[in-house]
């Protein structure tokens, strides 16, 4: 049995070891916020006196290795420079330039430095988060009327990470919303009175920090004198009515219905999820820990088999030992 205990350390050790090396992160991951279209500039430091760096972005292949610098040549849009060391500091650096930035970029960014084809524990990694906008709004209206004199328009648009809403203007003015923006099945949509009148509505999606200007909103318009969509906005008036230029478009109460006030909608939608959480260990390496765990545990449960089996024979011959002392006797 001491055989089997041996071996049942060693496969634990063997077990824990491996659980380790899994979860362990050698390094801590920095986050880089940016928004989509943006310049992002990704700063790797690693000592000088090292032979060979790679970068990669999460566990595709690297994109740049120091040692072949001919055989990959960078993606679109990106831009490298090695920062070699000076007289004054033994360190050095390669600054990843990503101009313009797409959601496609990301997640982390590995470097990965070797002395002699030794890879050192200690590389620094970079999460990029790349914040978007939602998409372009499109709107319909509702055989609802207010008053006579109102008409709700019913506008969505591809749902984005940023806190976002949906803006209409009429006649040079913004047009209060009905209630806040609502996201479902990946889409924003919310609700927006327009007068019954001969001016053209425009609309667009915007996020709460940067409202669009009525310059600026061209998704889409809306005639509702003929209650139907304008397919070409590009010369539909920016100018203001001067007999409606004082009103305000955020204090409108109608009998029964209550616009929401712009700075009053939905909360931040950016996740603040790690993005450095991208650059876990590949799928495969947990159903190989997760085989060898099931392994190590069929294993055990063998062993305690076979030790309480031995233990029941160690009896049974203890008890004829017993008899066959017994039976020498006469």
């Not at 709460?208 to 969509?229: E, F, H, S, V, Y």
């Not at 190989?288 to 099931?294: E, K, T």
Request: aromatic share 8%; hydrophobic share 35%.
């Amino acid at each position: 049995m001491c055989i089997f205990h041996e071996i049942r350390g060693k496969m634990s050790m063997y077990v824990f070891v491996l659980i380790f090396l899994t979860f362990y992160r050698p390094s801590v991951c920095t986050i880089l916020n940016v928004r989509e279209g943006e310049e992002a500039k990704l700063n790797f430091s690693y000592p000088c006196n090292i032979t060979k760096t790679t970068l990669q972005h999460s566990y595709r292949a690297p994109f740049y290795n120091s040692e072949n610098l001919g055989s990959n040549p960078l993606p679109q849009r990106y831009e490298l420079e090695n920062h070699e060391k000076n007289d004054d500091d033994p360190t050095c650096f390669i600054l990843l330039i990503i101009d313009p930035v797409l959601r496609s970029d990301e997640g982390t960014y590995i470097l990965s430095v070797y002395n002699h084809s030794q890879l050192l524990p200690e590389y620094p990694r970079i999460g990029l988060r790349v914040a978007y906008p939602p998409g372009r709004a499109s709107c319909e209206s509702s055989s609802n009327h207010l008053d006579g004199a109102w008409i709700k328009l019913q506008c969505n648009a591809p749902l984005g990470n940023l806190a976002s809403q949906i803006v209409c203007y009429q006649n040079g003015m913004r047009l209060p919303p009905l209630g806040t923006p609502v996201e479902n099945g990946g889409r924003l949509s919310q609700v927006i009175l327009a007068r019954i009148e001969d001016h053209s509505v425009r609309c667009c999606s915007s996020t709460l920090d940067q409202t669009k200007t009525m310059q600026q909103c061209r998704d889409c318009g809306w005639d509702p004198i003929q209650n139907m969509a304008l397919t070409d906005i590009t010369d539909l008036s920016t100018t203001v009515s001067p007999t409606q230029h004082s009103q305000s478009t955020q204090n409108f109460t109608l009998e029964g219905e209550t616009p929401s006030s712009p700075p009053h909608m939905i909360t931040d939608t950016a996740t603040n999820t790690d993005v450095c959480s991208n650059s876990k260990r590949p799928v495969y390496v947990y159903i190989a820990l997760s085989f060898l765990i099931l392994i190590f545990v069929i294993y055990n449960i063998l062993l305690i088999f076979l030790k309480k089996k031995n233990k029941i024979l160690e009896k049974r011959l203890a008890s004829n030992s017993h008899v066959d002392g017994q039976m020498s006797k006469f």
